[in-house]
T-cell receptor
Framework: DTGVSQDPRHKITKRGQNVTFRCDPI?????LYWYRQTLGQGPEFLTY????????KSRLLSDRFSAERPKGSFSTLEIQRTEQGDSAMYLC????????????FGPGTRLTVT | QKEVEQNSGPLSVPEGAIASLNCTYS??????FFWYRQYSGKSPELIMS????GDKEDGRFTAQLNKASQYVSLLIRDSQPSDSATYLC????????????FGQGTELSVKP
């Protein structure tokens, strides 16, 4: 299977703990995106990378959030000092570089902060 | 005004009928338009993309785009119970980095 993969699929953590999620994009895709989705809402953009460069971060991404894509392949999203409001599905998507290239999503990581 | 708006539904149609899902967007320079299907507890799955005014057909799905009216729609012909899901409209402005702006989704229920 050469689709987008994410790990872990589920994470339960206590408030105040740090968590890290991993995303492996489709191998030939240059761009990698992170989104967050809460119940009943569409996904909201968080940040994206073109190769290893982080080109944009949403204002939703507070100081507690950091994302990396060190070698232009997989990416990690870290949340420090988690809060209950961080509970959501974290989605990763990848695409080729281009005007109309479609984004394909991974299965997501569901985070529950207790 | 939300950037991308959809009726949240639920939209209920009988099996075999045509389901019509609508979406409006506010950014006139949007260039790419997508429909994703999302089953409960799963991630979005791309089912249609459209970039030019007019219709684009793929199997039972037809996407329609009217840039003058800032309107995108998805028609599902011969609806099946397996089509029951939330349908997300997403819009992309390549000049703003290609990020997708999503509507809140329309829940479709196809009754046998």
């Amino acid at each position: 299977d050469t689709g987008v993969s994410q790990d872990p699929r589920h994470k339960i953590t206590k408030r105040g703990q740090n968590v890290t999620f991993r995303c492996d994009p489709i191998s030939e895709h240059n761009r990698l995106y992170w989104y967050r989705q809460t119940l009943g809402q569409g996904p909201e953009f968080l940040t994206y990378f073109q190769n290893e460069a982080q080109l944009e971060k949403s204002r939703l991404l507070s100081d507690r959030f950091s994302a990396e894509r060190p070698k232009g392949s997989f990416s990690t999203l870290e949340i420090q000092r988690t809060e209950q409001g961080d509970s959501a599905m974290y989605l990763c998507a990848s695409s080729l570089l281009g005007r109309h290239y479609e984004q394909y999503f991974g299965p997501g990581t569901r985070l529950t902060v207790t | 005004q939300k950037e991308v708006e959809q009726n949240s539904g639920p939209l209920s149609v009988p099996e075999g009928a045509i389901a019509s899902l609508n979406c409006t967007y506010s950014d006139r320079v949007s260039q790419s338009f997508f429909w994703y299907r999302q089953y409960s507890g799963k991630s979005p799955e791309l089912i249609m993309s459209i970039y030019s005014n007019g219709d684009k057909e793929d199997g039972r799905f037809t996407a329609q785009l009217n840039k003058a009216s800032q309107y995108v729609s998805l028609l599902i012909r011969d609806s099946q119970p397996s089509d029951s899901a939330t349908y997300l409209c997403a819009v992309n402005n390549y000049n703003q980095g290609g990020k997708l702006i999503f509507g809140q989704g329309t829940e479709l229920s196809v009754k046998p």
